[in-house]
Every structure is written in C-alpha cells, then in structure tokens.
C-alpha cells in the first residue's frame, strides 16, 4: 500500500512539473523576437533594407541585453557588400551602433572595439 501511494505521489508531482512546464513560455521565444526587432533597427541603421545578416546571438538578458552579430550593407542583387559588427541594446539606452561608424549613430574612436569587447564577447558571443 505504501508502495502504491509512493508510485502515485511521483505520478502527480510528474504531471503537475509538466503542466507548469506547458503554462509557461519557452525560454527562448524572447531571443527570437529581439533578433527581428535588432535586424529591423540595423536595416534603418543604414538605410539598408536588403541588408543580410549572420552570426546573430543575444547576449545578457532580456532587460538589459544586446543582440550582435554581423551585417552585410549594399550587397544589391548577388554583388559583395560591406561586412561588420553591430550591436543592438534591448533595453534601447544607445545605439544602435555599426563598426566603422556607419550609420546614424556613430562611435567614435575605440567605442565600437570596447563595447563589442565589453556587450558582447564578455556577455558570452561566439562567432
């Protein structure tokens, strides 16, 4: 008897974890939605609307995160456009920001070195 209500205790706590599991969001919807928004400020960035892009991560979380990656400018119809970085701030406190200072919101100098470095590969991108 013991044994049966063991068996059954590990049965409800089985099923009430697993509907927990189905009432919640999946975790990673948010990174989904942060790279299409991040993709369509870079777009309007530089004035790019066929602009391409790769290796695009998000980093630190939801609230205070930044999407990078890399962005291919004026490729036109099969041509080679101009391949950089960028970084796009969840939380929209600067930026957005294109290495080699193209688009409307340049870093000068070292910036774009430092906060890639310090947003980006320190929050966990790997390229």
């Not at 919640?24 to 892009?53: H, L, N, Y």
Request: glycine share 14%; aromatic share 8%; with cysteine.
């Amino acid at each position: 008897m013991i044994a049966l209500r063991r068996g059954a205790t590990w049965l409800l706590i089985g099923a009430a974890v697993g509907l927990a599991s189905c009432a919640r969001p999946q975790a990673g919807d948010w990174r989904a939605d942060t790279i299409t928004a991040a993709e369509s400020q870079i777009k309007a960035e530089v004035d790019d609307p066929a602009a391409q892009f790769s290796r695009v991560q998000v980093t630190g979380d939801d609230k205070t995160g930044q999407t990078c990656g890399y962005v291919s400018i004026g490729a036109g119809s099969g041509g080679s456009g101009k391949v950089e970085r960028f970084i796009v701030y969840i939380d929209q406190t600067a930026g957005p920001f294109v290495e080699e200072n193209i688009g409307k919101h340049p870093l000068e100098g070292q910036g774009f070195a430092q906060a890639w470095q310090g947003d980006c590969v320190s929050e966990g991108y790997a390229s």
